[in-house]
């Protein structure tokens, strides 16, 4: 099965930038999309960014939108989180699942962003 592991979490003033990574490794060609979700405490969690691991489509959620950059390099898919708000504060997770009809299914153990005002 797929193993993430994400990193560059941290703490930063609202405004500023984080880039988180996770990498993947074993069973990688088995990986359809990856994508980012994020759960703050008492919210359920969210997605926040996705992207093909063949042809790099990317989606965005509302909030991410014009803010959050997805990207691949290799077995490494970062998230380059800019002009941060404090309802930002959350874990983020990355996952993978194996087809586009399928859940994800392969987790992280996750990263504390926070945001402060």
């Known amino acids: 099965q797929v193993q993430l592991a994400e990193s560059g979490g941290g703490l930063v003033k609202a405004g500023g930038s984080l880039r988180l990574s996770c990498a993947a490794s074993e069973r990688t060609s088995n990986i359809y999309s990856l994508a980012w979700f994020r759960q703050a405490p008492g919210n359920d969690r969210e997605i926040v960014a996705s992207?093909?691991?063949?042809?790099?489509a990317t989606q965005y959620a509302a909030s991410a939108e014009g803010r959050f950059t997805i990207s691949r390099d290799g077995a490494t898919v970062s998230l380059q989180m800019s002009t941060l708000k404090v309802e930002d504060t959350a874990r983020y997770y990355c996952?993978?699942?194996?087809?586009?009809?399928?859940?994800?299914?392969?987790w992280g153990r996750g990263t504390q962003v926070t945001v402060s005002p």
């Open positions: 996952a993978t699942r194996r087809a586009a009809t399928l859940p994800y299914d392969f």
């Open positions: 992207i093909t691991w063949n042809g790099g």
